[in-house]
């Protein structure tokens, strides 16, 4: 299998999945998906226009207003999302072939992490028994007191181009366990996986409305959010569109989660090996050719180490095979866009203009003359407050980033916008502990890049709002009512 060999593994990319049926849009306009490692166009589907979103809206509204699914049990919807599981688990190949071709990452990966899908859908199911939806409570007045969690009603879960498959996992799973009903639009770059899981629920035979699927452009996307009928926006990308609607969102107390950028810091302690956390860090940098928000990026360093890691990082990391996503010999694919590609290019322009020393990288690959390409790039003695190591780049450039002591690297793994990742790498555990409950982020690893969707997973500061993965991902999606009552009824 190779980069140009793939077509989309679709059967309605012509349609819009609306109210349980693949309907025709309302209108005439495509939008074209380009595969990441040939620059060939690999699929079309149809741009949904306003009246596509209030067709959605409306079916997912009737579905949790009059529809069965927010009245069954959440045993009877864990059947649901077993069925899901089960087809999640058949699809598999088909979503590593489509995550690969749209943003690039490297098959042999794409294929390993395919299983973790279903086990997301089977992790919900499994809830159904043991989450506390209704708990008893004593009242100031009154018998009894009953604590109810239900449903938030319509939800707009919106997800990114970088990683499809397991955004939708993260998101829809909780949202139909708990009743909600939920519009899912993807990215324009990226709308296949969602595709395949619109086939998912219909084979499954999910109530009509339940879920419904569409991809459209920012400005008709801006409308779904806007839409009076949707109680919830789920949300995951940069934090600049965060902001935007987070802002409208607050315009109309619509509740929503925002899951956004990083600028995560690895803190590497005197104590630890450069050559270790250098081979360490450039093995998952290149994951997704750096496309992850939770990216390991600033390497926060003591200055008298700091050439050391430099050299360290620049052979590790610059010693990557970048190539043919599908080749097994392959380490780091392509980037999943050549708008990407032209805004790591940017970066790596300004960091060379503000002074930064350029290690290893910095360019295409000259072996290379088709797909979305860029080598893996180091930049030494780099000042926190330049552009590189304050605006997230999205790609596989890393900043090492020198510091006077232990509390000072703190403070700059602080100093910025974003809080969703972070590491720190030291022989000593306790330290480890004492670094990580001071670092302000959402998650802290301990020598390595770590995050657990299974705990929970998202940002301090402008990293976003809320939480996805685990238990506290049912939050989200859930209204607290407080029942007061003269006598317990039947539950």
Request: net charge negative.
């Amino acid at each position: 299998m190779t980069a140009s060999s793939q077509s989309a593994p679709l059967h309605h990319p012509d349609r819009l999945f609306i109210d349980g049926v693949w309907t025709a849009p309302c209108g005439p306009n495509k939008i074209d998906v380009f595969n990441s490692g040939t620059e060939e166009l690999f699929v079309s589907v149809p741009e949904a226009q306003e009246a596509d979103i209030n067709r959605a809206v409306a079916a997912a509204r009737i579905a949790f207003d009059h529809g069965p699914w927010p009245r069954l049990s959440a045993a009877e919807r864990a059947k649901y999302l077993r069925a899901i599981a089960r087809e999640m688990q058949a699809r598999g190949d088909d979503l590593a072939q489509i995550w690969t071709t749209e943003s690039g990452v490297i098959h042999s990966v794409a294929k390993a992490r395919s299983p973790s899908l279903a086990g997301v859908f089977s992790y919900y199911a499994d809830l159904a028994d043991t989450y506390p939806f209704v708990e008893e409570r004593k009242p100031g007045s009154g018998n009894v007191g009953l604590l109810v969690r239900e449903p938030v009603g319509v939800v707009a879960a919106i997800i990114p181009w970088n990683g499809p498959s397991i955004n939708i996992a993260w998101k829809i799973a909780p949202a139909l366990l708990t009743g909600c009903t939920v519009v899912l639009k993807p990215a324009p770059e990226a709308p296949a996986a969602a595709y395949v899981f619109a086939e998912i629920c219909e084979k499954i035979g999910l109530p009509a409305g339940v879920v419904n699927v569409l991809t459209a452009d920012r400005e008709v996307s801006e409308l779904l959010v806007r839409h009076p009928d949707v109680d919830k926006v789920s949300f995951t990308g940069s934090t600049a569109a965060g902001r935007r609607i987070g802002s409208i969102c607050g315009e109309r107390i619509a509740r929503c989660t925002l899951e956004l950028g990083g600028k995560s810091a690895a803190v590497i302690l005197d104590d630890y090996d450069v050559g270790t956390a250098a081979e360490t860090i450039s093995k998952m940098a290149g994951f997704l050719t750096g496309q992850v928000c939770s990216s390991l990026t600033r390497i926060v360093v003591t200055r008298k180490r700091h050439d050391a890691l430099l050299d360290a990082l620049s052979t590790s990391f610059g010693a990557l095979k970048v190539g043919d996503p599908f080749d097994p010999a392959t380490q780091m694919g392509p980037l999943a866009m050549s708008r990407q590609r032209e805004r790591v290019e940017h970066y790596i322009e300004r960091g060379k203009a503000e002074g930064a020393t350029l290690a290893t990288g910095g360019g295409r690959p000259r072996h290379l003359n088709r797909g979305f390409y860029i080598e893996p790039t180091v930049f030494g003695n780099v000042d926190n407050h330049s552009t590189v190591a304050r605006e997230e780049i999205f790609g596989p450039v890393l900043t090492v980033i020198p510091a006077d002591n232990e509390a000072n690297a703190i403070d700059i793994a602080n100093d910025t916008i974003y809080g969703l990742n972070a590491s720190v790498f030291t022989n000593d555990v306790d330290r480890a502990y004492a670094v990580a409950r001071r670092l302000r982020s959402g998650t802290v690893g301990h020598n390595s890049f770590r995050t657990d969707f299974s705990i929970a997973f998202g940002g301090f500061k402008q990293s976003g709002i809320g939480r996805e993965g685990g238990t506290e991902g049912l939050l989200p999606f859930l209204e607290t009512k407080t029942v007061i009552l003269d006598a317990m009824p039947a539950l």
